[in-house]
């Protein structure tokens, strides 16, 4: 299974160089056929034009004949005629590469096609029916029932949907206590049974159906269902809320998946030794589950949990926040929701919908600020609760390895893992299942030291000034993955028109350019004084005349074409530090 999962990791990547390929191919296609219009222009307004008098007299062999009785050509007309006809390559050329970007589409497509049924058929292999699961715990319902003096019959149904060995593994301990606070607290006794109409016999169900590419999970009794006055008191008692506090029916469930939240006074094994139904909460986050609870008084109990039908290969939303990439599991989004959409849509609906909590990713994993609001929400579960989580993008999704943090990491809350991109890069996997109750800087400082997040509030500006598009990429680049944000100008009119209506912290600038060249827009910046900013020339000239009138002009530093990044950092981090700013 590892194997198929670096083979996943692998098409991952393939897929998204294909998309960089097709967007290769865009542009060389829009170069292409605008350098087919121009040349086929030129070749129409110079293909028949007439040779000076000069050219005619000097043709002496056809010197008898009239312009419109022999076709004479100069350099012109054949330079143009030989155009035309590299052009004529050139679209060939562009026609056999679209067609082979086709072709090679349809490969990745199969490509696509059989490595997700490869990992269906390892993942069947890796399934076990649950009614396995369940029948373990027959003896475990029989002993707590002989030890309360109860009569409780054990339902199972489902029990050939296949669940993933990881689970199968994974759930046992979590259902157990589950079953174990039935008894504890929502078993009535045979006369309070009688007294509501019940059967002697108390009924435990558990029941698993498989949902999509998720698998659900219940348990169910049919008890005195959960006392929720209780547990206000017991919340009141641990001060997790006031006595003023007006909390609904779901806020109040949610109190049970509290670290250390037990409404008995005195812990025993049936109760699951006073450590509450937090253990369940922890156990399911790591396997990247949810848990709904359902209770009616005097009627019983359901508990609800939804897990992914595989825990090595995992479909996952990937979207980004502040610059970071972040994935979460499909199986635990509900909805994605565009934010101005979906505004809009209520202001002209006229609704008035209460709307679940939002928590903002930025200021939960304490990332940078940035000028734009969230554009995107996605709906998930919080402990029961549903929650929108705010992002910039939502990128997409795709098939990928999780894999989960080690003992040193399995504290960190909020998060369950990471994942490998396509590209190599990693990414957090994001774990909402304690977003609900948010406890502070602790655990923003926890999940800080997995983020790099600069000091400011907005990343440093940079504008790079070269008429070389590669070096502005490859600058750009360089500096964009040290978290600065990154401006490019062509030459010096568009750095002028650009610092016109942005404020930046750093300018690196090429001697040599067109329309307006280095120098001159050094002096342009020397006549400006609210445009006094540390500048690096960037140039392949190396002599000391070169170096001195750039200095002599404003210029801070001097680096040499081809640049070492080591170099350039230095030098971004010096102009930082001018600014009173730092990376």
Request: with cysteine; hydrophobic share 40%.
């Amino acid at each position: 299974m590892g194997l198929i999962g670096e083979v996943t990791v692998v098409k991952n990547h393939l897929v998204d160089q294909f998309g960089q390929v097709e967007r290769m191919r865009e542009e060389i296609e829009f170069v292409g056929q605008r350098l087919l219009r121009e040349v086929t222009q030129f070749a129409d307004r110079y293909d028949y034009t007439l040779p000076t008098q000069a050219e005619l007299q000097q043709q002496t062999e056809v010197g008898d004949f009239q312009e419109l009785e022999f076709d004479r050509y100069d350099d012109l007309n054949l330079f143009s005629r030989k155009l035309r006809e590299i052009t004529n390559d050139v679209g060939e050329g562009l026609r056999d590469f679209r067609d082979f970007i086709a072709a090679f589409g349809q490969d990745v497509s199969a490509l696509d096609r059989m490595t997700d049924e490869i990992k269906e058929r390892i993942s069947e292999v890796r399934t076990v029916p649950a009614g396995t699961l369940f029948q373990r715990f027959n003896r475990s319902v029989r002993d707590m029932a002989r030890e309360l003096e109860q009569d409780v019959d054990l339902f199972i149904s489902g029990g050939e949907t296949l669940i993933d060995r990881v689970v199968y593994d994974g759930l046992f301990d979590p259902l157990l206590h589950i079953i174990r606070n039935s008894f504890a607290h929502g078993i009535d006794s045979a006369a309070e049974r009688k007294k509501l109409g019940k059967g002697e016999r108390v009924s435990i169900r558990l029941a698993a159906e498989r949902r999509g590419n998720t698998v659900e999970i219940s348990v169910s009794d049919d008890g005195r269902g959960i006392d929720l006055e209780r547990v206000r008191k017991r919340a009141i008692e641990k001060h997790y809320i006031s006595a003023d506090d007006r909390l609904s029916e779901r806020e109040l469930i949610q109190m049970i998946f509290r670290p250390g939240f037990s409404t008995t006074a005195e812990a025993d094994a049936t109760s699951g030794r006073g450590v509450g139904m937090s253990v369940v909460m922890d156990r399911l986050a790591a396997l990247n589950g949810t848990v709904e609870v359902e209770t009616i008084k005097g009627q019983g109990c359901t508990f609800r949990l939804r897990l992914p039908l595989s825990l090595v290969i995992v479909n996952v939303i990937r979207f980004e926040v502040a610059g970071q990439l972040f994935v979460l599991p499909s199986a635990l989004v509900d909805e994605i929701q565009d934010l101005a959409f979906e505004k809009n849509r209520q202001q002209k609906d006229g609704l008035d919908e209460d709307p679940p909590e939002q928590v903002d990713l930025r200021e939960l994993f304490v990332l940078p600020k940035v000028a734009e609001p969230p554009s995107y929400g996605i709906l998930t579960q919080s402990e029961g609760v549903p929650i929108l989580m705010l992002v910039d993008r939502v990128l997409g999704q795709e098939d990928t390895v999780i894999k989960p943090f080690g003992s040193f990491l399995q504290k960190v809350p909020y998060v369950s893992g990471s994942s490998l991109a396509g590209d190599g890069s990693v990414r957090l996997v994001v774990n909402p299942a304690r977003m609900k109750y948010r406890e502070g800087l602790v655990a923003e400082a926890a999940v800080n030291s997995l983020i790099a997040s600069p000091e400011t509030e907005t990343a440093p500006r940079i504008l790079i000034v070269d008429d070389s598009l590669s070096v502005r990429k490859y600058a750009g680049m360089l500096l964009a993955g040290k978290g600065l944000e990154i401006l490019t100008a062509a030459d010096g009119m568009e750095a002028l028109a650009l610092l016109e209506e942005q404020e930046v912290d750093s300018i690196i600038t090429d001697l040599e350019m067109p329309n307006m060249h280095g120098y001159e827009l050094l002096a342009e910046l020397q006549r400006r004084p609210d445009w006094q900013v540390p500048i690096a020339v960037l140039s392949s000239r190396a002599g000391d005349q070169h170096q001195q009138k750039a200095l002599s002009l404003g210029a801070t530093d001097y680096l040499v074409k081809p640049f070492e990044e080591e170099t350039m950092m230095a030098v971004v981090k010096k102009h930082l530090a001018i600014n009173v700013k730092s990376l």
